[in-house]
């Protein structure tokens, strides 16, 4: 079954601190994983792309296929990270492009 | 800052009632999509459509119905069926082999 579990529902942390946010999930494939962010009161937006390897607004995230993992990590959290994380895999063989969403993860970044 | 339109902002239905969500793109997108999001759940997907007068049934389809005359739009109708329907709806669109885009969202409750 394809599945994406984000196994904490809120993860709260200082500012200056370090983040990371996990993501497993279940594929027999090699899928496509996204990470989205919903800030308060604005739409749910791309972050980023593990195909993109880039690093947005600090954040980085790596696909580790033997754990089936894609963390979203960043060294040192800002208030203005606060906000709802989703993880997000779509098939590889892009099964109509659907997405396949984690449960989601709050993050709270304390001054 | 266009894109994806989603009306109205928040719907009240009453009981055995159908009512219609709108999802409009100005993004020349081909394909659309509509997700239900619940506290704790994720996003989990209704319907889909890859091209005009196409569409395909997702995870949580049952007590919904979905129509796509026009590119542009994807109109979403929560049917008497759907015992459930309070939730937060979120229309999305793509193109091929890219991120999708998604709406501000409808916030439906039951009167």
């Known amino acids: 079954a394809q599945r994406v579990t984000q196994p904490e529902k809120l993860l709260s942390v200082f500012k200056g601190a370090p983040v990371e946010l996990k993501c497993n999930y279940s594929y027999s494939g090699s899928p496509e994983l996204f990470w989205y962010v919903q800030y308060s009161r604005q739409r749910l937006q791309l972050l980023l792309r593990?195909?993109s390897r880039e690093s947005i607004k600090g954040f980085t995230a790596d696909l580790n296929k033997g754990e089936t993992s894609f963390h979203l990590k960043k060294p040192f959290a800002q208030e203005e990270d606060s906000a709802m994380y989703y993880c997000a895999l779509q098939p590889f063989y892009n099964q109509g492009g659907k997405l396949i969403f984690g449960q989601g993860t709050e993050l709270s970044v304390k001054p | 800052d266009g894109g994806i339109t989603q009306s109205p902002k928040y719907l009240f239905r009453k009981e055995g009632q159908n009512v219609t969500l709108s999802c409009e793109q100005n993004l020349n997108h081909d394909a659309m999509y509509w997700y239900r999001q619940d506290p704790g759940q994720g996003l989990r997907l209704i319907y889909y459509?890859?091209?005009?007068?196409?569409?395909q049934k997702g995870d949580i389809a049952e007590g919904y119905s979905v129509s796509r005359e026009k590119k542009e739009s994807f109109p979403l109708t929560v049917t008497s069926a759907q015992k459930n329907p309070t939730a937060f709806y979120l229309c999305?669109?793509?193109?091929?082999?890219?991120?999708?885009?998604f709406g501000d969202g409808t916030r439906l409750s039951i009167l």
């Open positions: 459509s890859q091209i005009v007068n196409d569409f």
């Open positions: 593990h195909i």
């Open positions: 999305a669109s793509s193109i091929e082999n890219q991120p999708q885009h």
